[in-house]
Structure formats: C-alpha cells, structure tokens
C-alpha cells in the first residue's frame, strides 16, 4: 500500500476493492502525485518517521490477529497459499494480477512518465513509484535518470571478475559474477563496520542499492558481448533513459526495440514478495547482508528453470515446433504437438503461475505491443494460436490450477524479433529488471527494521505425531 496519511490510506483501501476506471484514476494521479521540489531522498526521508510509527501501531494493535491456517500440504508444497511476509511495493491478486502501489499495469501505462508521447513507461517512473507510492513527474523522472548515469561507474575490476570465467559459461553465471565484485564498493557494509545506528541503516542501503541498479545494465552488457559479439562494447549514451540506453549498450539502436525494454524492464521490475528471487533477496538482507550480497543470491534463484530460466525455455520450445511442424502450423497440429510435450512427461512453458489463476496482465500488455509493432511476425502467430490452443488442453489434463499464459510465454518472440535471438541470455534481462523491485523493497526493510526471517521448519516424525493427536482430539 502506498505511503499517505492516514486518512489517504483508508481511501485507498475503498479504491483497491473497487474496479479500476478512469475517474479512479484520475483521483489517484490527483492525491498521488510527488511534489516538484522534492528528490527521491528527500521524498523517502519524510515518509519513513510515518511508516515506522504506522508499522509499530499494526504490530501493538493487531500482533495477534490471525492471518489463516497453515495446513500440512502447504508446509509440503512449498508454502503455497500462505501468508508470512510483508512487501510493500507490489501485491498480487490470483484474478487480477499484479499491482505496483496499487496501479494495474494498464494504470501505470497510462499515469507512469513516457520517453515520447503514448509510449511505453520509463522505468524509473516505476522505481520512483515503488519507493514513495507517487506518481512522478517527468521532470522528476528525467532528473533520476541523469542520477542513474552519474551513479553509472563500474571498476574495472568488475570485468576482470567476469574475464576469469570461460566464455562458455552461463550468462546467469557470469551476471552474477560481476554483482559480487560490484560488492566491494558497498556502503553500507563500510558503514555498518564504522558503528552506524539502526536508525541509519537505509541511507547507506539506499545508496548501495541506487548505485547497484544504475550500475546492472554495464555489467549485463559486457556479458551479452563478451559472449556473443566479440567483446567490443557499446558505450553509455547519456542522452539516453535507463531502458533504451540498455538496449543500445547491447547493440541495439532501433527505437522500437528501446520501448520493447522500457516496457520490457517495467513489467519484469516486481511480482510481490513470495517469488524465488524476491524472497531470496529479502531473506539473505534480514540477515543484514547488503544490497550487492542479497540481489546476488536472488540472481542465483532467478536462474534457476522453474523461475527466470523459463523465458529462455519458452522460446526454444516455440522453436523446436517451427523446426518439427513449420511456421504455418495448424492449430490442430499444434493442439498435437502440446499433447506430445505433456505425453513425454514435460510442461509446455509458459503457462501457469503459482499464484495467478487468469492471464498474466503481463502476458497482456506484450501481446498488445506486439499486434502494434510486429502484427505479421510468424512467431508472433505462433504464440496467438498457443494462446487458443494450450488453456483447453491443460484443462482437460485437469492438472493445472491455472491454464492460462505467463508473462514468459510473450518476451521471448518479442526479442527475438528484434534481434536479440540468444536465448541463453534472456534470463539476464529479467534480472536487470528485478533489480528495481528487489532494492526498492530493501531499502524499506531498513527503514522499517524488519527483523532476521526465521521460520519453523518440523520433520515428517513431527507431522505424522501431530497428525495423529489431532485425529485422536
């Protein structure tokens, strides 16, 4: 929920019940809207003292409310279903899908500062919204981007880290690589050995983890062409915004390709708390880990294939049914070719969320930039006759909790289109993206003193017991 006062926040919570519509929007942007005179820091440092004091009214009124019932198959299932973790910068509803702040993607399409008139939103609008729960201006937008780029230095021993590594390695691997050597310029790692206050600890995690944000696509960069271009680099262009300087730095100069990563890295930013990257990031900070260490073990989660490795497996599914059927595959044939994936014992990628049960919006919005930018593309038709076939057949498995398209299932057509057909890759541009909302949520665990994360874990002895004096009560 965003940080108003208090009488702010009860009319948000009318708003977040109510369906999204353009008077709603407009009160939004009306109440919403960040000061001009004021920085993101400066904007943070006057809504912290607020937040603590409403964090600490939460826990002494409302400590022992009960939030559900832990049932044996959610501490079997990997804890679907559960709840047992605060993150403030976006929440996902199985139906509707996610919300930064409260804003829909469509809202954030529509409210969020864009490069150009009915373009896609710059992505630090997004990371301006997720900190302070206003909409900024597009001064105010322009103005963080020239930090980004000041902030925009990596040592050149960051290269060397990655240069040790064979040329072969996952490009996960070698990301991850540079993000630990980022990590020697921790502030706030030099700020904690030198004694600073609790009270303290967000302002040097804020700087870490805007420097770290800033500093992403240079490493991410290097990696794509270290590997696949030689190793001649593309240099910062500072007339450039964060996603379309990205874009250029991989090799990309065509200005649809610099909106495909705008929107690309605004819709990858946050998917709340419970995923593997956003609660491996927000697990190692509990233990006061800083912003470099903690968003490092989230990329090592990202990688893995039932998470961020799944945009890379869709598209070389997609291929592999044009290498077997042809582009001009039927919808029968495909419905066929589905069928044959599920016999052999394996998913069809790209479908289905652990929690969503509808369309991914994020799924939605890629399909619309697509019909707009590449309507024609084989690919492109491909992955609209997926859209009709694949839900009826995950239906009649009568396996799946949600038959529906990911967000997955749209990214990869979307770049390979472009050009960037290397589809190892793709995995490093999700996690440029996740930054923003990883660090974003970091700085408010500081600043809210969130505390170490320590479950309860029990054995299969223990269930059984407690099973059996239950049944017996």
Partial sequence: MAFFTRSLSRSICRRAQQKSSPLTSLRWIQTQTSSETEDLHSQLKELIPEQQDRLKKLKSEHGKVQLGTITVDMVLGGMRGMTGLLWETSLLDPEEGIRFRGLSIPECQKLLPAARPGGEPLPEGLLWLLLTGKVPSKGQVDALSNELRARATVPDYVYKAIDALPITAHPMTQFASGVMALQ??????????????????????????????????????????????????????????????????????????????????????????????????????????DPYLSFAAALNGLAGPLHGLANQEVLLWIKSVVDECGENITKEQLKDYVWKTLNSGKVVPGFGHGVLRKTDPRYTCQREFALKHLPNDPLFQLVSKLYEVVPPVLTQLGKVKNPWPNVDAHSGVLLNYFGLTEARYYTVLFGVSRSIGICSQLIWDRALGLPLERPKSVTMDWLENHCKKAGSS
């Fill in 184 to 289: 020697v310029q921790s502030e706030f790692q030099q700020a904690y050995e030198k004694g600073i206050a609790k009270s303290k600890y967000w302002e040097p995690t804020y700087e870490d983890s805007l420097n770290l944000i800033a500093r992403l696509p240079l490493v991410a960069a290097y990696v794509y062409r270290r590997i696949y271009k030689g190793g001649q680099s593309v240099p910062v262009d500072d007339s450039l915004d964060y996603g379309a300087n990205f874009a250029q730095m991989l090799g990309f100069d065509d200005p649809v390709m610099h909106e495909l990563m705008r929107l690309y890295v605004t819709i990858h930013s946050d998917h709340e708390g419970g995923n593997v990257s956003a609660h491996t990031g927000h697990l190692v900070a509990s233990a006061l880990s």
